[in-house]
Structure formats: structure tokens, C-alpha cells
């Protein structure tokens, strides 16, 4: 089974602060994902990665950034975390080819203070 | 652009009874269409897909949805319902962006299974 593994499961960190969620999976797939989740907002699409070293932005870039310096691992980037980045982060992972299905770690909690 | 709209941020229904959870999509090419599921405190499982074979897809679990393309529809059904069917279900359309094809979900739908 693919294994997608975010590094925390709760994190509490405060206004300001540089943030780092981590991502790594283990099944040597091409594509990686962060959306985050809110209550009736469903998932959005914050970046993505089709190979190692290139990073595409998705539909709410807007305060983050990502570092793909390997094939496994897709970080996600608060360069100053706000009130309004607390959410739930979900990271995904795919194959090469469009369309595989997504496989998501259980996602990390953040709230900013 | 691809979007989807879910029909109903809640569904209750009693254990046995028919599931039917609401999607319809919108996109201006053949779509690729997708449900997942998400049980408490986990990420999301693929439940089934839609790729523009046959228009009744069967998933896991007893789940399956038809695509309609002339409702533009893509409805989740299961015959009967368990407990443990409850949890968040999301409906997902495959989206272009920047020239990649990427998946674009559904606010979501909480099915909520009482004895």
C-alpha cells in the first residue's frame, strides 16, 4: 500500500512564525499535492509538483510556498504565518500518468495563534 | 473552468436505507470524475472514478454512481446503508492547470448513518 506520512498531526504555532509541514511518501510517485481543508469549503489545491525541483501554483497560493529537493518529500512553506492559515493540510500524492488517484496522508491540524 | 457542486452539506439516513449522495459538475470538455471518502480523523480514500468507459461505476464497499451527461450529474448511490458508512464524502472533477491536469473537489457531504 502507498504510504503518504505528514510529519505532525497537531501543530500550534504563532502569528508570524515561519512554518514547515512536511510530506513524504513512499511509493516513488512523480506527482505531489498540498490542499488545505475547511468546513464547508471542502479542499483547494495550494501547489503542486510533477517532478523533483518544479512546482506549480494551485487556486490559493497566496502565503505559502513549497521545496521538492527530492522525489519522496513535498514541503509545504508558511514564510509568516496568519490567523486565517489555521486549517487542516492535507498532502497527496500520484503516478505519473493524469488522472491516477490521489493517495493522502491523514493531514495536519494547524492553528496559528 | 471545472467545477462541482454537492447538493446538501448534510445527508441523514437510518441504517439499511438507501444512500444517494448529489453531484453535478461542470466542465467544457469530457470530464474525468471521481468520489472519495474521508472517515474521521484521516485523509481520503478513493472511492471510485469516472474515466469515459462505462457510465455505471462500481466502487468499494457497495458504492457506485452513473454518469449522466445530460444532467450533467454524477450521483453517489449505495442500495443499503451501514454504520460505518458514515463520514465525508467528496466529489471531484479533473481540472487543467497550468497545463497539468489536477483535481478540482466538491465542498464536501457528511452522511450521517442512525440505527
Known amino acids: 500500500d502507498v504510504k503518504v506520512t505528514q510529519s505532525s498531526r497537531y501543530l500550534v504555532k504563532r502569528t508570524g512564525e515561519k512554518v514547515f509541514l512536511e510530506c513524504v511518501q513512499d511509493m516513488d510517485h512523480e506527482n505531489m499535492f498540498w490542499y488545505r481543508q475547511d468546513p464547508g469549503l471542502g479542499l483547494r489545491l495550494i501547489y503542486f509538483s510533477y517532478d523533483v525541483k518544479m512546482k506549480e501554483k494551485g487556486d490559493i497560493p497566496e502565503g505559502y510556498s513549497v521545496s521538492r529537493e527530492k522525489k519522496e518529500r513535498f514541503s509545504l512553506i508558511l514564510e509568516s504565518a496568519s490567523t486565517n492559515q489555521t486549517s487542516m493540510y492535507l498532502c497527496?500524492?500520484?503516478?505519473?500518468?493524469?488522472?491516477?488517484?490521489?493517495?493522502f496522508g491523514n493531514g495536519t491540524r494547524l492553528t496559528v495563534t | 473552468a471545472q467545477s462541482v457542486t454537492q447538493l446538501g452539506s448534510h445527508v441523514s439516513v437510518s441504517e439499511g436505507a438507501l444512500v444517494l449522495l448529489r453531484c453535478n459538475y461542470s466542465s467544457s470538455v469530457p470530464p474525468y470524475l471521481f468520489w472519495y471518502v474521508q472517515y474521521p480523523n484521516q485523509g481520503l480514500q478513493l472511492l471510485l472514478k469516472y474515466t469515459s468507459a462505462a457510465t455505471l461505476v462500481k466502487g468499494i464497499n457497495g458504492f457506485e454512481a452513473e454518469f449522466k451527461k445530460s444532467e450533467t450529474s454524477f450521483h453517489l448511490t449505495k442500495p443499503s446503508a451501514h454504520m460505518s458508512d458514515a463520514a465525508e464524502y467528496f466529489c471531484?472533477?479533473?481540472?487543467?492547470?497550468?497545463?497539468?491536469?489536477?483535481?478540482?473537489f466538491g465542498k464536501g457531504t457528511m452522511l450521517l448513518v442512525s440505527p
Open positions: 471531484a472533477v479533473s481540472a487543467m492547470n497550468s497545463g497539468y491536469s489536477t483535481l478540482t
Open positions: 497527496a500524492s500520484s503516478l505519473g500518468v493524469n488522472l491516477a488517484p490521489l493517495h
